[in-house]
């Protein structure tokens, strides 16, 4: 589907703010109501808008967020991944090119619930190695 300028100033609109109402919409990009609400449907039913999310503030996250750097044994990526499925503590994993496998996003309360995760994570049947780096502060968050 080909998205339009105005296609790509409503979904600014809701990256700022999912929240905003239909008609706040239309008056910031000089639409009618309609028109904004047959968008909003157009983009949603063609996949471009999977859905709207609650983002949390750094007051309720976890306190401590590390990423693992993983290399993996070959042909064992669905192993690992199942392991990595199975713990509370893992955030996001993705699969990468270059000298590491996996990206593993981690949380945690505190330190020990980090050091065991991490642990947990380095014994899993098929991961090779990994480098841990501990997330000090959060300069730039678009998500």
Same mark, same amino acid.
Request: proline fraction near 3%; aromatic fraction near 2%.
């Given at each position: 589907?080909?998205?339009?300028?105005?296609?790509?100033?409503? +979904?600014?609109? %809701?990256?700022?703010?999912?929240?905003?109402?239909?008609?706040?919409?239309?008056?910031?990009?000089?639409? $009618?109501?309609?028109?904004?609400?047959?968008? %909003?449907?157009?983009?949603?039913?063609?996949?471009?808008?999977?859905?709207?999310?609650?983002? +949390?503030?750094? $007051?309720?996250?976890?306190?401590?967020?590390?990423?693992?750097?993983?290399?993996?044994?070959? !042909?064992?990526?669905?192993?690992? +991944?199942? !392991?990595?499925? *199975?713990?509370?503590?893992? $955030?996001? @994993?993705?699969?990468?090119?270059?000298?590491?496998?996996?990206? @593993?996003?981690?949380? $945690?309360?505190?330190?020990?619930?980090?050091?065991?995760?991490?642990?947990?994570?380095?014994?899993?049947?098929?991961?090779?190695? *990994?480098?841990?780096?501990?997330?000090?502060?959060?300069?730039?968050?678009?998500?």
């Amino acid at each position: 589907m080909q998205i339009d300028d105005t296609d790509r100033a409503l +979904l600014a609109l %809701l990256t700022e703010n999912a929240r905003l109402p239909v008609a706040t919409l239309a008056r910031r990009l000089g639409l $009618a109501r309609s028109t904004a609400q047959a968008r %909003l449907d157009r983009l949603e039913q063609s996949g471009i808008i999977a859905g709207y999310a609650l983002r +949390l503030g750094e $007051a309720a996250r976890a306190p401590l967020r590390a990423t693992a750097l993983l290399q993996i044994e070959p !042909r064992t990526g669905p192993t690992v +991944l199942a !392991r990595l499925k *199975s713990l509370p503590q893992v $955030a996001r @994993v993705h699969t990468t090119s270059g000298r590491f496998d996996l990206i @593993v996003e981690v949380t $945690a309360r505190s330190t020990e619930e980090l050091d065991e995760t991490l642990d947990r994570i380095i014994e899993a049947k098929g991961v090779r190695s *990994s480098e841990s780096l501990i997330h000090l502060s959060t300069k730039l968050d678009r998500n």
